[in-house]
């Protein structure tokens, strides 16, 4: 099992909060660049005929997370009463999930503001709050704004310098932002996002780039399962992913690799038992199978 998707040995997550109108902008530069990106949305201030919105970069591959329900609480604060983080955490995840069809699994709080009580009440029901440090050496947390340095072009050299830190030292960059162009709180521009993410570009072959939930997931999900993989013949094998996971949260493919002599150059194909493609990328002697948590795929190879 890879440390990250498709043996990628860093990961990066673009993170983007309130539900400011310039979303569909930023989703659109990602799509531009082949990525994805999240969006931490505050449900309580979406009105009845905004969800079509959401609604749609979802369907596009966004993630839609949870950012509180009416953003207006200090949930760092002690005296904020149980019932209220209640509502502003898990109401927000209900109403977000009845007006989406999806669930949101990931939360971020306001202002990157909480006491224990409101982590533990977030951690309940979300699998992953996003936090501006995690506790490991080489994760990074970059502000996309103009909060944070003395310009725009001050803030991308030190988010540059994050990102190539994070793919140097195998960790997971996270961005966080608002808005582009004018909108929004301390909006960086479409430029700026266009500028970062062809510097990123450099480390494609290090540096998986997927929202928030999917590296968080690739991240909790990988100790829970187990690989087996058994021979039947020179030419094939059985690859499964097992063990005893979270059903609800590990939905999506982990990488296997597999080795294999570093001359061979012959043909792969693998699948599952109801005959739909596993997909395999390779490198000089090694396969790498993306495989569900919960499945087995077949592996057969020409000599
Ligand atoms: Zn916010």
Not at 46 to 74: F, P, Q, V
Not at 191 to 201: E, I, S, V
Request: net charge negative.
């Amino acid at each position: 099992m890879t440390r990250y998707k498709g043996d990628k040995s860093a990961a990066a997550s673009y993170t983007f909060d309130d539900g400011y109108p310039s979303s569909t902008t930023v989703a659109g530069i990602f799509e531009s660049f082949g990525y994805r990106a999240t969006f931490f949305i505050i449900p309580g201030a979406i009105g009845d005929t905004e969800w079509g919105t959401w609604k749609d970069l979802a369907a596009r591959g966004h993630e839609i997370g949870n950012h509180s329900m009416t953003h207006t609480i200090d949930m760092g604060d002690p005296s904020v009463s149980d019932a209220t983080l209640q509502t502003e955490i898990n109401a927000a995840q209900d109403r977000i999930a009845q007006n989406l069809g999806i669930k949101p699994l990931s939360f971020a709080f306001p202002w990157h503001s909480y006491t224990a009580r409101a982590l533990s009440v977030a951690e309940s029901r979300h699998y992953s709050v996003r936090k501006m440090s995690n506790g490991e050496s080489n994760y990074q947390f970059a502000f996309f704004d103009q909060d944070h340095d003395a310009s725009l072009s001050a803030a991308l050299s030190t988010v540059n310098d994050q990102l190539r830190f994070v793919v140097d030292n195998g960790g997971w960059f996270v961005a966080g932002g608002h808005g582009v162009d004018g909108d929004g709180w301390s909006p960086v521009t479409s430029q700026f996002l266009r500028d970062h993410l062809t510097f990123a570009g450099q480390f494609s072959s290090r540096l998986w780039i997927d929202t928030y939930l999917n590296v968080a997931r690739y991240r909790l999900c990988r100790p829970q399962v187990s690989v087996t993989a058994t021979a039947s013949s020179s030419t094939q094998a059985t690859v499964s992913v097992g063990g005893s996971f979270n059903g609800e949260l590990c939905t999506a493919p982990l990488t296997v690799s597999l080795p294999v002599k570093e001359a061979w150059s012959g043909n792969v194909a693998a699948r599952y038992s109801d005959g739909s493609a596993v997909p395999v990328t390779r490198t000089s002697g090694k396969l790498y199978l993306d495989i569900r948590p919960g499945r087995t795929a077949t592996v057969e190879i020409s000599p």
